[in-house]
C-alpha cells in the first residue's frame, strides 16, 4: 500500500507540472513572444493572407473547398474509394464547370479536393485561369488585369501557387 501511495503522489506532481508547464507556461511565453515588435503582425489572424477567406459574389476568385467546420479546421477522412466522397467530388466538379462555364474535363483537381486544413489560401494556376473570365466579367476589370493580379499573386519556388486571400484583396483596391 505504502508504494501505491508513493507512485500515486509522484504521479499527481508529475500531472501538476506538466498542467503548469504545458497549459499556463508554454502559452504565456508564446504568447509573449507574439508581441514582440515586428512579429505581432504576423500572429495575429487580421489582416493575414495565410488562411483562405472564401467572398461571396462572382467578382471573387473561389478559393479549395473545406471540410472545415469553423471554428474547428481539419481535413475529411474519407479516401477516394469511398462512394460519398466520389459523389461529393462529382458534385463539385459538376457545380465548378457550371459556373466558370467550362467542361467538367478541364476543372483542376485542387479546385474539387478539399485541402488537409481547410485553410489553405492557395489554388493551382490552373484553377486561377479558369475564373479569370468570371471574375472579369463580374468584377467590371479587363480581363488583362485580372491576369496581371493573378500574376501578382503567384508565388512559389517548387510548387506554383496563387494566394486567393490576396488575389481578392488586389481586386477590390482595382
Known amino acids: ?12 506532481r508529475i500531472l501538476l507540472a506538466l498542467t503548469v508547464i504545458l497549459g499556463v507556461a508554454y502559452p504565456a511565453a508564446v504568447w509573449g513572444v507574439s508581441r514582440i515588435p515586428g512579429l505581432h503582425g504576423n500572429a495575429e489572424a487580421v489582416d493575414t493572407t495565410l488562411v483562405a477567406v472564401a467572398r461571396e459574389g462572382d467578382k471573387y476568385f473561389v478559393p479549395r473547398p473545406s471540410a472545415a467546420t469553423l471554428p474547428a479546421s481539419g481535413g475529411s477522412n474519407k479516401g477516394e474509394l469511398n462512394e460519398d466522397y466520389t459523389k461529393v467530388i462529382d458534385e463539385r466538379r459538376t457545380a465548378i464547370a457550371q459556373r466558370e462555364g467550362v467542361p467538367e474535363d478541364q476543372v483542376p483537381q485542387d479546385a474539387v479536393t478539399a485541402s488537409a486544413s481547410g485553410l489553405d489560401p492557395n489554388i493551382s494556376p490552373a484553377y486561377a485561369e479558369i475564373q479569370v ?4 466579367r463580374a468584377s467590371g476589370l479587363p480581363v ?6 493573378v500574376e501578382a499573386a503567384t508565388e512559389g519556388t517548387f510548387t506554383t501557387t496563387v494566394n486567393v486571400t490576396a488575389l481578392n484583396r488586389a481586386i477590390d483596391a482595382a
Request: charged share 30%; glycine share 4%.
Open 1 to 12: 500500500m505504502d508504494n501505491f501511495l508513493k507512485q500515486s503522489w509522484a504521479g499527481l
Open 133 to 136: 473570365s468570371r471574375v472579369a
Open 144 to 149: 488583362e488585369k485580372v491576369k496581371e493580379l
